[in-house]
């Protein structure tokens, strides 16, 4: 069994936002993989079924951002689970625009949202860390991550979303390794991926050595001269 949690803010004017990306990585996962439906548990919302072997229930803490642990908190000690078996997904901006990376345990960096899960469950949780870059100075970080995706942003978005989905059962099999191989293929696949594949180089056509004539009369009398001089 795993708890896998996507970090977001509920209520309509922050669906959109850097900070959800979270909350969209679970979405993704629920809607491609037909798991849920989703319902109130846990002072969040849960959705539920198998990804792969494995038994999961996903959660979007409805508690605002700062205070994801108690939700997270609520869950996995009714599921029953450790730390070790609940992976949360959160935005990173110390990763560029559409990176992606698992880790498990370790700091907080300053995120709230983790900040809240490390005082109820400690620190050794899983995490995937969503890329969605940094604005370039301390003081833009709160209305950066609390504003929306831009236009020019949505390719690389869905891509990285679908690359999630991809790899979930991998996630969910303990497989860090697969599932960023799952992401990494939609965010960059191999460039001669789907190119027709390109003709062979043409040979030059042999040349054919043209057959020795055989000499004349004159020819053979000029060369008997010529050995006589």
């Given at each position: 069994m795993k708890l896998i949690v996507g970090l977001g803010n509920p209520g309509a004017k922050y669906t959109a936002n850097r900070h959800n990306i979270g909350f969209m990585?679970?979405?993704?996962?629920v809607d491609d993989h037909g798991l849920g439906p989703w319902r109130s548990r846990f002072q969040g919302q849960t959705a539920?079924?198998?990804?792969?072997?494995?038994?999961?229930?996903?959660?979007k803490p409805q508690t605002f951002m700062n205070l994801s642990g108690q939700s997270v908190g609520e869950a996995m000690r009714y599921l029953k689970l450790t730390p070790a078996e609940v992976i949360v997904m959160h935005d990173e901006l110390d990763l560029a625009p559409g990176k992606c990376r698992v880790k498990q345990g370790g700091g907080h960096a300053g995120h709230n949202g983790l900040r809240s899960i490390h005082q109820h469950i400690g620190a050794e949780y899983?995490?995937?860390r969503l890329g969605i870059?940094?604005?370039?100075?301390?003081?833009?970080?709160?209305?950066?991550?609390?504003?929306?995706?831009?236009?020019a942003e949505q390719d690389w978005l869905d891509d990285l979303l679908r690359g999630v989905s991809d790899g979930a059962?991998?996630?969910?099999a303990g497989d860090g390794g697969r599932?960023?191989?799952a992401v990494a293929?939609?965010?960059?696949?191999?460039?001669?991926?789907?190119?027709p594949p390109s003709e062979p180089a043409r040979q030059p056509a042999p040349q054919l050595e043209r057959?020795?004539?055989?000499?004349?009369?004159s020819d053979k009398l000029r060369a008997l001269m010529d050995r006589f001089k």
């Open positions: 990585a679970v979405d993704r996962i539920e079924g198998r990804l792969g072997e494995v038994r999961v229930t996903l959660l899983g995490r995937v870059g940094h604005p370039g100075h301390k003081d833009k970080v709160a209305p950066y991550v609390l504003s929306d995706f831009a236009k059962v991998a996630l969910a599932f960023q191989n293929s939609r965010i960059a696949p191999a460039r001669n991926a789907g190119s057959p020795k004539q055989p000499a004349s009369f």
